[in-house]
Nanobody
Framework: HVQLVESGGGPVEAGGSLRLSCAVS????????MGWFRQAPGKEREGVAA???????TYTYSVEGRFTISRDDAKNTMYLQMNNLQPEDTAMYYC???????????????????WGRGTQVTVS
């Protein structure tokens, strides 16, 4: 049974930073993707970033250069460092995991079968 638990969200002023964490428990495929997604009020959930087991990241355009995804498989934890946060980054942030089925891990929802419950980020 796989569980993902996010933490690190909260209120922050525009221009500030937050670091989200995602703790993973249970057995995952040896080569798996991890990703961050977010859903703002009244909007559909969107992909933010994804990372493969070698640490290669992909980002959605709107966060590239501001957000950094990383993972520490020894600690079964994934991170999202978010800098220069803007009000439009306000959303519930979810972490997800799934087997790698293509060359790169991309933040596409249908690639991920395991999801956390989310952590709220509010930028004002």
């Amino acid at each position: 049974h796989v569980q993902l638990v996010e933490s690190g969200g909260g209120p922050v002023e525009a221009g500030g930073s937050l670091r989200l964490s995602c703790a993973v428990s249970g057995n995952l495929h040896s080569d798996y993707c991890m990703g961050w997604f977010r859903q703002a009020p009244g909007k559909e959930r969107e992909g933010v970033a994804a990372i493969d087991s070698a640490g290669s990241p992909t980002y959605t355009y709107s966060v590239e250069g501001r957000f950094t995804i990383s993972r520490d498989d020894a600690k079964n934890t994934m991170y999202l460092q978010m800098n220069n946060l803007q009000p439009e980054d306000t959303a519930m942030y979810y972490c997800a995991a799934g087997p790698r089925i293509e060359r790169a891990c991309r933040p596409l929802q249908d690639r991920f079968g395991y999801w956390g419950r989310g952590t709220q980020v509010t930028v004002s």
